[in-house]
Every structure is written in C-alpha cells, then in structure tokens.
C-alpha cells in the first residue's frame, strides 16, 4: 500500500513538473510552417554595438534578412542601431526589458516585463504585438498564461548555436549546419546572439564570422532566408 502511494506522489510530482515546464497550451512556434528549403536566422540579446552593426554587414554582403529579439534596456542605450536594424529591412522582436528568466516571476510581472518593451517597439513604429520570444527560451506555465492571455505566440527554435557557451566560429558554424541540415532544414528556425544578457559589451565576433559561413553554405545547398513575419 505505502509503497503504490509512493508511486502515485511521483507520478503527480513529474505530471505537475510536467505541466510548469511544458505547459500544453498557448502558441508555441518551434519551426517555420513551410516545406521550403527556408531558414530564419534570428539574434538575441541586442542592439550591442559595433557588434550588431558587423554583423549587419555581413547579412547585407549576402543581401539576407534577419529577426533580431531585442532587450528593452539594451533599445534605450543603442536607439541609433535599432533604427539601422530596422532601416535595412529586418525584422523586430521583443526579448523583455531587463532579460530575466521569466519562467520563474509572477504573471504581472512578466506581463510589465513584455509591455515595457512592447512601449520602445512602439516608439521605432513596430505593433505591440510584435514576435516575442523568453529569455533563455523559458517559457514555462506562468509564460505560456500571459502570452496566452495577450494572444501571442512565443517564438521558439529548433536549431541551437550554442554561441552563448562559445565564441569559436568553426564550433557554432558547425552546430548549426549539422543541426539545420539534419533536420531536412526546411522551415529551422535558428538562435543565434548578438548580444550577451549577462555582458552588456561582449565581444560576438565568433557570431559574426559563423553567420558569414552559415549563410554561404546553406545557401549552396538551395536555402533561403526569410524574416518570421515572412513565413505565417
Ligand atoms: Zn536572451
């Protein structure tokens, strides 16, 4: 008897650690909904000057468009590299203000988290409802309640670069064509930083330089690269 009571706690404790860490409601987007040979490169962290501004030479030499998920605090320092992001055509989306791991705070609080950022979007002319994404992809049960509530999708991914733990272009490169082009690729949705959470001047050249492989070997293999707003 004690021991089929042991049995049922367990069970209830991962079917609730279940429902916290993967809440199974609310819009979720791990990959584009396509069967094209598409991909999204999409940057975390910015705007992180002369970082962002590198590596937005490097998508224009290869004429590509981007997704970049900016933080709120980080737009309030670097308007006039929001403005070029968004002068050369790539897409905006809200990373919250302040990066905290959002998964862990009270519904207001992440609620306030998201609107602050939604307000500096709005000033740059980008809708409030613009693609958002969790820091750290945490988009646990309190997450997946406000997006669901303000009727947002949260942008995830299913090709990591692991650009967070290494600045080694051949390692990110190599992680992230092995996991794209293991995948079919059609529709990956990739993440990749411009910016770094805990470093408000980190140094992404390895980014920068990866991105400059990635883009020209995906596109010898027939890819294109398209914005989220690009693909529905
Ligand atoms: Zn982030």
């Known amino acids: 008897m004690a021991s089929m009571i042991?049995?049922?706690i367990g069970l209830a404790t991962v079917a609730l650690l279940w429902f916290f860490f993967r809440p199974p409601f609310g819009k979720n987007m791990v990959r584009l909904n396509t069967d094209q040979r598409v991909v999204a490169l999409t940057y975390d962290d910015g705007p992180n000057p002369?970082?962002?501004?590198?590596?937005l030479d490097v998508l224009a030499k290869h004429n590509v468009k981007a997704t970049f998920f900016m933080i709120g605090?980080?737009?309030?320092?670097h308007p006039e590299t929001v403005n070029r992001v968004i002068?050369?055509?790539?897409?905006v989306g809200n990373h919250t203000y302040s990066h905290p791991l959002l998964g862990f705070l009270p519904p207001f609080c992440i609620r306030r988290e998201i609107e602050r950022t939604d307000d500096l979007l709005q000033q740059y002319g980008i809708a409030t409802d613009s693609v958002f994404r969790a820091p750290m992809l945490t988009r646990f049960l309190p997450v997946a309640y406000v997006l669901a509530k303000l009727d947002r999708t949260h942008i995830?991914?299913?090709?990591?670069s692991w650009d967070w733990t290494?600045?080694?272009?051949?390692?990110?490169?190599?992680?992230?064509l092995k996991k794209t082009l293991s995948s079919t690729g059609a529709g990956s949705i990739i993440v990749l930083h411009d910016g770094k959470a805990e470093n408000k001047k980190a140094n992404r050249s390895g980014t920068i330089e990866a991105t400059d492989r990635i883009i020209t070997a995906l596109k010898q293999d027939g890819y294109e690269f398209v914005r989220l707003s690009d693909v529905s």
């Open 156 to 160: 995830s991914c299913n090709v990591w």
């Open 73 to 77: 605090n980080r737009i309030e320092r």
């Open 6 to 8: 042991t049995i049922a």
């Open 50 to 55: 002369p970082y962002t501004d590198q590596l």
């Open 87 to 91: 002068a050369e055509g790539h897409q």
């Open 166 to 176: 290494t600045q080694n272009p051949d390692k990110i490169a190599k992680t992230v």
